[in-house]
């Protein structure tokens, strides 16, 4: 098992493109969570997807979406992006649904610049 | 709302010394508390949680709620401690992280 997998490693964007970006979590995982770490900063949580919905949410704007897949796997996206967004976006997948209570594992994250 | 706080961005100990990694949080209902590790080109991990009241790698925490804190403690550090360490929170089924502290163990 590779474990929590990301892709692209890094992506260079310009201001006001979009972006996607991709996680397929640890096999046995059915929950994604993402989390965007600036540099210097401890990961912030975005949004946490199970059964295909969207659960939790962080204070990101609407700019932010996502979407999970029946084979648990998730998209990030990101529209009219900003110099602001440039950061490193983790993902996290545990094995359980909305109670949490299980450890996560994390990814290697996709480095975004945003120029 | 829900806040952790990890007053140091760089802890820098001898190795052998005791390592204490200070985390405060501010939540209103019971908190679940985790210390996380990123070793060096490594990805982040689960170093302990406070549910478990377990001691890894020779770590430990205790959840102190009169103070709101969760410090992280090694009697005597070791070179392979060296790492960044991250301090968060489970609360309202979101999970919030500190600003992270850098322990650097000195040979």
């Known amino acids: 098992d590779a474990g929590v997998t990301q892709s692209p490693t890094h992506l260079i964007k310009t201001r006001g493109q979009q972006v996607t970006l991709r996680c397929s979590p640890k096999?046995?995982?059915?929950?994604v969570s993402w989390y965007q770490q600036a540099l210097g900063q401890g990961p912030q949580f975005i949004f946490q997807?199970?059964?295909?919905?969207?659960?939790q949410r962080g204070n990101f704007p609407d700019r932010f979406s996502g979407h999970q897949f029946p084979n648990y796997s998730s998209e990030l996206n990101v529209n009219a992006l900003l110099l602001g967004d440039s950061a490193l976006y983790l993902c996290?997948?545990?094995?359980?649904?909305?109670?949490?209570?299980?450890?996560?594992?994390f990814g290697p994250g996709t480095r975004l610049t945003v120029t | 709302a829900q806040r952790v706080t990890q007053p140091e961005k760089l802890l820098s100990v001898f190795k052998g010394a005791p390592v204490e990694l200070k985390c405060n949080y501010s939540y209103s209902g019971s908190p679940e508390l985790f210390w996380y590790v990123q070793y060096s080109r490594q990805r982040l991990q689960l170093l302990l949680r406070h549910i478990s009241r377990e001691s890894i790698k020779g770590f430990t925490a205790d959840l102190n709620k009169g103070e709101t804190s969760f410090h992280l403690k090694k009697p005597f550090a070791q070179e392979e401690d060296s790492a960044m360490y991250y301090c968060a929170l489970r609360g309202y089924q979101k999970v919030t992280f500190g600003t992270g502290t850098k322990l650097q163990v000195i040979p």
């Open positions: 096999s046995g995982h059915d929950t």
């Open positions: 996290a997948s545990s094995p359980t649904g909305t109670s949490g209570r299980n450890e996560q594992y």
């Open positions: 997807y199970y059964e295909e919905e969207e659960r």
